[in-house]
């Protein structure tokens, strides 16, 4: 199986249902944060990403939340769906590649 | 559009051996660089670079080198293979630096790497 799941929180969600994922950054001095999504045996995926100028931005059923005085990002899904089933992770940028912080990520599994 | 290709999707390497985990791009992309996932853990930078020609070291470069002759390809060398590095290995490249306004990273499908 994919090793990259071991020991990842899963959070299990029925179909159709919304889904809230959330991560803690750690760097106050972030000001780029973007949401990837990865399939098993997949690499990662751009979702959507928020500027620290911003606390909300909106795509195609994702939502992403910025929370700056705790730190705190969510990824909200709605209506999710089984094609969703992945592991989701966020990454913190205080500024070029060598100021990139990737998380270890929450896996979702969509009940049918 | 064929995006990030790596080659191979799996391999087993002996302790000591060496190998070059390759790594082409279509996409024009100036920004390329290598990860290393382990069980655990977020993406750890490896190398990356800015353009041909021109690489740096990320977070964990030890036992790797690279290098980046054209703007499509950026291989990955393990000079002596050691445990320590069985990992998915993935490679990414972009049109500009992360944290740039709608610069999207695109990633390859990664490497199984087995080091026995």
Known sequence: GESVGLHLPTLSVQEGDNSIINCAYSNSASDYFIWYKQESGKGPQFIIDIR???????????????????????LQIAATQPGDSAVYFCAENSGGYQKVTFGTGTKLQVIP | NAGVTQTPKFQVLKTGQSMTLQCAQDMNHE????????????????????????????????????SRSTTEDFPLRLLSAAPSQTSVYFCASSSDFPGTANTEAFFGQGTRLTVV
């Open chain 2, 31 to 66: 920004y390329m660089s290598w990860y290393r996932q382990d069980p655990g853990m977020g993406l750890r930078l490896i190398h990356y670079s800015v353009g041909a020609g021109i690489t740096d070291q990320g977070e964990v470069p030890n036992g790797y080198n690279v």
């Open chain 1, 52 to 74: 620290s100028n911003m606390d909300k931005r909106q795509g195609q059923r994702v939502t992403v939340l910025l929370n700056k005085t705790v730190k705190h990002l969510s």
